[in-house]
């Protein structure tokens, strides 16, 4: 804890980590929620609504899926307990105006939980499998831990539900974490493995996350008031094992990111021990084989190329990508692919991809998605780590932004800087979960 900061102050982040069934009978009800308005968004929560109410009449019966979200995808927090709310760390600006990101280091006698995934990112996919007949259960995780042991505990989930004909679902570093889990005996009871932008040969995100210059990184610590993003990354980011696993094994020109030597002197930099410890993950985790689904993003501003320049990291960008993760490092050997135009984030979210999932959990097939990548082009842009770090500066007060701000301000934290955009690329169109989450350009903030 730190000194001097208060912990037991209720936030209406804290009011809102309603578990699952209180949500679904809120959403379901039949006067609207306004605080649940404000916090989905009026289109999204016009979308969950009719799930709720669809879902709620009729349960599913088909066979069980799991649904894992990705890295940050799951709230942190400590249990209150005495009948208040759940004190909600991850994700909450107001806490994290009071510095209090901090706490989220990972270190021995840690008291954080996992508290439920993120429900906005995550719920309308797991209720629009249920509306198909499936048996979802949306999961979560503690994403700063090491991905064999949350492998191994997803395992244990498996084994004791008892379940065959299992499939699983996995955004992103979920993805990873359903690929441990099969590592194991209940590994067996998996029939289908649909992963979701999944970053199996790692992300470049993960190098400038530990430099300090990741648009996440840079954004949260627009909202901390105490800290900068150097700071953070030093002392918060650089404490998860599971962050150190998603560093990048292809795309490296010659770098080995798993050699303390390689990374720059100025800067934040990795601790060395868990360097070593996050190397070889690939063997810790299952190969592909016909039950693996992957769907990969593309057409979108990612980081797919990384070198050392003097004593920075350049990385070049170009539309191979998410956002995120770039389409050589998301593509698994033996497994079958799809492509999707989509950002990062709106994966769990596009009504196309989740249409896509469904198929390949019913029948293992879809016509949904490209059969091969269809890029559009544009000239790559290399940028390095001193450029980004001049990316949002200052800070932002959260208690006078207006809601469409705020929800702006969460929706675009993955986002790439702006000089990261391939210069002649065409215009792309914005999905239709970007559509409902975007609001009016008047409303943008820390841009």
């Known amino acids: ?45 016009g979308e969950l609504v009719k799930l709720a109410r669809a879902t709620l009449r009729k349960p599913p019966r088909g066979s069980r899926v799991y649904v894992l979200p990705g890295i940050m995808g799951s709230q942190l927090g400590l249990i209150r307990g005495e009948r208040r709310p759940n004190d909600i760390l991850w994700l909450d600006p107001i806490d994290f105006q009071l510095g209090r990101m901090t706490e989220l280091r990972l270190a021995e006698g840690s008291r954080l939980l996992a508290l439920g995934a993120m429900s906005y990112t995550y719920l309308k996919l797991t209720l629009s499998l249920r509306k198909a007949g499936f048996d979802a259960v949306l999961l979560d995780y503690d994403w700063r831990r090491d991905i064999a042991s949350l492998g191994r505990t997803l395992a ?30 209940a590994g067996s009871q998996v029939t289908r493995l649909v992963m979701l932008g999944t970053p199996n040969s790692g992300s470049l995100g993960a190098i400038q996350a530990v430099r300090g210059t990741y648009s996440v990184v840079r954004k949260l610590a627009m909202l901390d008031l105490r800290h900068d993003a150097e700071f953070l990354a030093s002392e918060v980011f650089s404490t998860f094992p599971g962050l150190y696993e998603l560093l990048p094994t292809q795309g490296l020109a010659g770098v080995d990111l798993f050699d303390p030597a390689t990374w720059p002197t100025q800067g934040p930099r990795p601790v060395p021990g868990m360097l070593r410890a996050a190397a070889g993950l690939t063997g810790r985790l299952a190969a592909a084989d016909r039950r693996f689904h992957v769907v990969v ?21 170009s539309l191979r990508g998410d956002g995120t993760v770039p389409i050589g490092l998301a593509q698994l050997e033996g497994a079958h692919h799809r492509y999707v135009d989509c950002n990062h984030s709106d994966l769990p979210l596009d009504d196309r991809v989740i249409a896509g999932t469904i198929d390949l959990l019913a029948e293992g097939k879809t016509r949904r998605f490209a059969a091969a990548p269809r890029i559009r082009g544009g000239t790559r842009v290399r940028v390095r780590d001193a450029e980004l770090r001049r990316e949002y500066l200052g800070k932002v007060d959260w208690s006078h932004m207006t809601p469409a701000e705020r929800r702006e301000f969460l929706d675009t934290l993955n986002e790439p800087p702006r000089r990261t955009q391939p210069r002649t690329a065409a215009p792309r169109r914005a999905s239709k979960a970007s559509k409902a989450r975007k609001p009016a350009k008047r409303a943008r903030r820390g841009r």
């Open 1 to 45: 804890m730190n000194p001097g900061i208060p912990t037991d102050h209720i936030t209406p982040y804290d009011r809102m980590a309603l578990d699952e069934g209180t949500l679904l009978t809120l959403l379901a009800a039949p006067q609207r929620h306004a605080g649940l308005v404000e916090y989905f968004g009026e289109r999204l929560h």
């Open 156 to 185: 244990g989930r498996i084994s004791a539900d008892g379940k065959q004909d299992v499939g699983l679902v996995g955004h992103s570093m979920g993805g990873l974490v359903a690929r441990a889990a099969l590592m194991h005996p």
């Open 297 to 317: 993003g593309c057409n979108r501003p990612t980081a797919t190329r990384v070198a050392r320049r003097d004593d920075d990291f350049e990385y070049e960008y």
